[in-house]
């Protein structure tokens, strides 16, 4: 099973950016199906941005559109998600998250095979 490690997470200012990495160990990551997930605190698990195993399919959350964007690079094992006007609500604990079995990319938390540990993101307005 792949492993998976987030990286990338920090304090920023509203209106800012990041950009999130996680890189997977083993040879299969190119057949898996890839996501973004974030928790607040008191909050439930919730969506952000997914994307297809070839990087030709991709998805994201009402919230993110226009401000996300979700990538891949097989080559490296590792997926992006660049996130730029940054707002306070973005602040979370982001995953990465493997899906083996979706064609095209999910927004079902259920759907996922492995998660990383996540990365700290904070919005300070």
């Known amino acids: 099973q792949v492993q998976l490690e987030e990286t990338g997470g920090g304090l920023v200012q509203a209106g800012g950016s990041l950009r999130l990495s996680c890189t997977a160990s083993g040879r299969t990551f190119s057949r898996y199906s890839m996501g973004w997930f974030r928790q607040a605190p008191g909050k439930e698990r919730e969506f952000v941005a997914a994307?297809?195993?070839?990087?030709?399919?991709?998805r994201y959350a009402d919230s993110v559109k226009g401000r996300f964007t979700i990538s891949r690079d097989n080559a490296k094992n590792t997926v992006y998600l660049q996130m730029n006007s940054l707002k306070s609500e973005d602040t979370a604990l982001y995953y990465c998250?493997?899906?083996?079995?979706?064609?095209?990319?999910?927004?079902?938390?259920?759907?996922?095979?492995?998660w990383g540990q996540g990365t700290q993101v904070t919005v300070s307005s």
């Open positions: 994307i297809s195993w070839a990087g030709g399919s991709t």
């Open positions: 998250a493997a899906d083996a079995d979706s064609v095209l990319p999910d927004a079902y938390p259920g759907a996922y095979d492995a």
